[in-house]
Structures are given as structure tokens and as C-alpha cells.
């Protein structure tokens, strides 16, 4: 559903994709939506594994406790409730879908074909259906794209996401099923991507690749790497935006210091902010907003027009306030690190652990660019908390072979 979509192809030249006050979801996608979390429901409330859903527990229940909140304060609290509902269900729907394979091979089968024939329909687009596969100089938003290859995605970004998640996908296919089709997915993938345009991506599937090797070898370096490189790039991209000397030590290296026009937006973010520390603005609320929309939010700055904040902690923070960044990093970044040390103690399948690895590091470093968390669309945050869930299964679990009485949980079980 992600990597196909219920509305692929999506015509960027009319009027109507771009207007905020349209409906975002279509009736198909709600009835596919409902018909899969139905399924999954379904299946978790009746698999031996059901204990294994959703944890940890109780950061959860705090967490979005903390969501309907300040949800309930906010501005639009019916629009904001529905949303936290719609968050809830993604991650039971993620935490579900680790559980539905027999096995690892399976898992790895299934995603193979899976991501085979959403890189078809990809390819299938650019090449008979190029006005909807490849971005356009007559769309009404970011004409400047004109060129880079989409697919059946929305925008060039997402596909290029998408990309390097399949790369990361086919490697996986290639230790654990097959390695002819695991080479096919990641260059079918790597080649997709090279012509997205989305250089953030490029440089990130080698980068993280490397990134996840360094991790498995020297454990010394994984906090430095993670948390501290988060911490690194948020000083550096946000920064840029509300600090001269660092915007200047950006440029003087070379790099973009707007990071592609992001720091009008970041800088207007972090005003908002210092309003509202503590409680936010409401879950997935303040941006598209009919005040930013039609009134300008009181400033004169194009940033008020943006869909989102293009930094997912930054907009975590916007919206659910001090308290909500601190539950989101501790589940999001803290407990998987923890989880990663204990999975290697395990005996559990390397190859397993090492896809979510790589998933999970690319997905905290792209949150620093990109806005994707607890978004209920969203390809990217769907199988980065896949990985979450994976590696805290992984922690605490160890794989059986098909013909013996398993005694313990695994991510993928036997």
C-alpha cells in the first residue's frame, strides 16, 4: 500500500492537489485502510504473539496520552484527536505486520516480490506515463523539479525515500533468500534514485550502509553516532537558520546554508516555539492551518505557507510541546540503541537485525531534513517503526528452526 499507493500517479499540474482546504484522503484509500487494519486487528488479537504488540507499553500509553492532550487544548481539537486515533492505528498496524511471516525466509520472499513489482510499477510510470512519473516545469508547486523521476510518489523526496528502502530491502532479500533478485532490487533501486534528484537520499544509502557497519563492529561508537549525530546535524541544519556563525561555518564548507530553502521555514518554526514550549500547538497541527493559510500568521514570510516543517523533532516539538519530544526521542532513539546491544546477545539472525539497523539509522538521520513522524501516510515513518518494533523483538527473542517448540519470540518467528 505505501510503496504502490491507492492513488498513484497523481497529476501535479491541477489546481485541486494543491489546495489545503481539500479533503487529503480518498474513499478508496479509507476502505483499504480500514480493510487492512481490520486484517491485521484481526490477526494480532488471535496470534500466540499478541503479547509482543505494541511495546513497550507503557511509554506508549504516556505518549500519546500526552498526543490526545494537547490535542484536546489545542485550536482544532476534532482534527487533531482524529489524527492522534490515526497514529495509533499505524503503529499497532506496524507493530502487526512483523509477526505475519512463518519465518525469516518468508519475510524475506514476500518483501522480494513485494518490492519487485512496486519498482515496475516505478519504472512502468517514467517510461509510458512520463507527464505523471517525472516531475514537470508547468506543475503549479516546485517547478524548479522539472525532470527528476517521482514514480507513482507524490514528490521526488518521497520516491527517493522509498528508494533507499528498497536498496536496503534487497540486500536483505540477498543474505537471507536470494541473491539474484537482492542485486536487482538494489540496482534497479540505486539507478531509480540516481535520477530523483533527491541528494540528501544519494548520499545517505552508502553513507548509512557504512554507518551500520561501523555500528556492528566498534560499540563504543554507536552513541557518538546516533544520538550525538542527531544532535549534530539538528545544531547544524536548525542552527543555520537562527545562528549566524553557524550558518557561516556551513557555507564555508560548501554546503547549501538554506539546506534548500528549509531555513525560512525552520526559523519562522522556532518563533512559534518560544510561544508555546510546553504544550504545542496540537498534534499535527500549526502548518496548513487556515490562520498561516489565509491570514498570513501575522508575519511576512513565505514560510507560512509550507505543508510542513521539514525536521521531525522540530515539528514534534511545535506541535505536542517539550514533553512530546522528550516520550518520541526516548522511544524513538534511546530504547533502540539499548535494544540493538541486547539483539547481538542473542544469537538472533544477523541479517534480520542489521535491515532494521539500517532502516532505523536512516530514518533518524532523514527525520532531521524531512517531517515524517506520526504521519499516518507516510512511507518512510510506516517501516521505520517496523525496525523499532523489530529490534526490540530481536532483543528478546531467538530464532528456532521450523521442526522445534519455540520457547522464546522472535521478530520474524520460526
Not at 139 to 157: C, D, I, S, T, Y
Request: proline share 4%.
Amino acid at each position: 500500500m505505501f510503496w504502490v499507493t491507492t492513488k498513484p500517479f497523481i497529476d501535479l499540474t491541477d489546481p485541486a492537489t494543491l489546495d489545503p482546504s481539500a479533503e487529503k484522503s480518498n474513499l478508496i484509500n479509507q476502505l483499504v485502510t480500514l480493510a487492512l487494519s481490520g486484517g491485521l486487528l484481526l490477526f494480532g488479537l488471535t496470534s500466540p504473539l499478541r503479547s509482543t504488540i505494541l511495546q513497550p507499553r507503557l511509554l506508549l500509553v504516556c505518549l500519546f496520552v500526552w498526543f490526545f492532550f494537547v490535542s484536546a487544548i489545542s485550536t482544532y481539537p476534532d482534527l487533531a484527536l482524529k489524527r492522534v486515533v490515526l497514529a495509533i492505528l499505524t503503529c499497532i498496524n506496524a507493530a502487526i505486520f512483523l509477526i505475519l511471516p512463518r519465518s525469516d525466509r518468508q519475510f524475506a520472499k514476500l518483501l522480494g516480490v513485494a518490492m519487485l513489482a512496486a519498482l515496475g510499477l516505478a519504472y512502468f510510470g517514467v517510461t509510458f506515463i512520463p507527464n505523471r512519473a517525472i516531475h514537470l516545469a508547468t506543475e503549479l508547486r516546485e517547478p524548479m523539479n522539472a525532470g527528476f523521476w517521482r514514480g507513482q510518489f507524490a514528490h521526488k523526496n518521497e520516491a527517493a525515500g522509498v528508494m533507499v528502502l528498497t536498496a536496503f530491502f534487497g540486500f536483505y532479500v540477498y543474505a537471507t533468500w536470494n541473491k539474484f533478485l537482492g542485486v536487482v532490487l538494489v540496482v534497479l533501486a540505486t539507478f531509480f534514485l540516481m535520477h530523483t534528484g533527491g541528494k540528501t537520499s544519494s548520499a545517505a544509502l552508502p553513507a548509512i550502509v557504512v554507518l551500520a557497519w561501523v555500528f556492528e563492529r566498534w560499540s563504543w561508537s554507536r552513541i557518538p553516532l546516533s544520538i550525538g549525530g542527531v544532535i549534530a546535524m539538528n545544531t547544524v541544519t536548525i542552527g543555520s537558520a537562527i545562528s549566524e556563525p553557524i550558518r557561516s561555518l556551513v557555507s564555508a564548507v560548501g554546503v547549501d546554508p538554506t539546506f534548500t530553502n528549509r531555513t525560512d521555514i525552520w526559523r519562522f518554526a522556532f518563533s512559534a516555539i518560544t510561544q508555546r514550549p510546553l504544550f504545542g500547538y496540537g498534534f499535527q497541527l500549526f502548518w496548513q492551518t487556515d490562520e498561516l493559510v489565509y491570514s498570513g500568521g501575522g508575519v511576512e514570510t513565505w514560510a507560512v505557507e509550507a505543508f510542513n516543517g521539514h525536521n521531525a523533532y522540530l515539528d514534534t516539538l511545535l506541535t505536542t510541546g517539550i514533553p512530546g519530544l522528550v516520550l518520541t526521542v526516548l522511544w524513538l532513539l534511546v530504547l533502540p540503541l539499548r535494544d540493538l546491544g541486547k539483539a547481538e546477545k542473542t544469537g538472533n539472525n544477523p541479517a534480520l537485525t542489521r535491515l532494521f539497523l539500517r532502516i532505523w539509522l536512516y530514518g533518524i538521520y532523514t527525520a532531521c531534513v524531512e517531517s515524517f513522524f506520526f504521519l499516518s501516510g507516510a512511507s518512510i515513518w510506516f517501516v521505520l517503526l517496523v525496525a523499532v518494533f523489530g529490534l526490540r523483538l530481536q532483543a528478546r527473542a531467538s530464532v528456532v528452526n521450523e521442526t522445534s517448540k519455540p520457547t522464546s519470540y522472535s521478530a520474524i518467528h520460526a
